[in-house]
């Protein structure tokens, strides 16, 4: 029974959705059991940054995966390590490596290198065959290239992988969420960019990168609390779940569970 029990209500989100993808940039097993211990419940996807699950032993890898796991959080690498896989030829010893770790997801992504359309689609196809969960993410790296990706081909790459079997399409946004996707330099929400995401996909298959207070606020706001969001730092992520509950003060009284 939690504290104050009588005052809060839980979340009901229909499968698939309602999801918060936390970023790991390199927490030890230690920190990962303390932050579970504490935030587990409150954690769906857990995404192990860029490139870091190549800087640790496979040892720490795998008490990592397996401690994520016995809270029913998700963990996957994040999509540049896919990057590096691809322009090495590697791919197929990639998914065997992530499948002998525990991995339970893989993460697609361009967000440095060139994939082609057909190739992201084969890729899709190749990581649910091996029984992962496929999480694409749409944008660049690069602010500069991301705003040469008109919003129109953003719109329809999203559709192109959730035909293609992706299971969420995130938005590209980085860990600072400024000057890129749908944030303007000072990490204000671009509303007409999000509507048109909203009227042209399936919104509810998309993870939103919030990683600003203010962004999590206008989500939860404009599309309720059960919105998926990522690129949540860990130690936001029970801030993040007072707010979808209107325990907060940015949310109290505004949000419907």
């Not at 008490?63 to 791919?91: C, H, M, R, W």
């Amino acid at each position: 029974m939690h504290a104050f029990d009588f005052l809060t209500q839980d979340r009901k989100p229909q499968p698939g959705t309602g999801i918060t993808m936390m970023l790991d940039k390199g927490l030890g097993p230690r920190a990962v059991k303390d932050l579970l211990e504490v935030s587990g419940k409150y954690i769906d996807l857990a995404k192990l940054g860029w490139g870091t699950s190549a800087l640790h032993s496979r040892e720490i890898i795998i008490e990592k995966i397996d401690l994520y796991k016995s809270y029913s959080v998700k963990p996957y690498p994040g999509g540049t390590l896919l990057e590096v896989a691809f322009i090495q030829n590697k791919l197929d010893q990639y998914l065997m490596e992530a499948q002998q770790l525990g991995f339970e997801a893989i993460e697609i992504s361009d967000g440095t290198i060139e994939i082609s359309p057909e190739d992201r689609v084969e890729i899709i196809g190749k990581v649910k065959d091996c029984g992962f969960k496929a999480i694409s993410e749409v944008g660049k790296k690069d602010p500069r290239k991301d705003k040469e990706i008109e919003l129109h081909r953003k719109v329809d790459m999203v559709n192109e992988d959730i035909n293609s079997g992706a299971d969420w399409v995130i938005l590209e946004a980085r860990e600072g969420g400024k000057g890129i996707g749908i944030y303007d330099e000072k990490g204000n929400v671009k509303e007409d960019e999000v509507q048109f995401f909203m009227d042209k996909t399936k919104p509810e298959m998309i993870i939103w990168e919030a990683p600003q207070k203010n962004q999590q606020v206008y989500f939860i706001l404009n599309m309720g609390p059960n919105v998926n969001l990522g690129n949540i730092a860990p130690d936001e992520i029970i801030s993040l779940e007072t707010m979808r509950r209107g325990l907060r003060g940015d949310t109290l009284g505004k949000v419907n569970l």
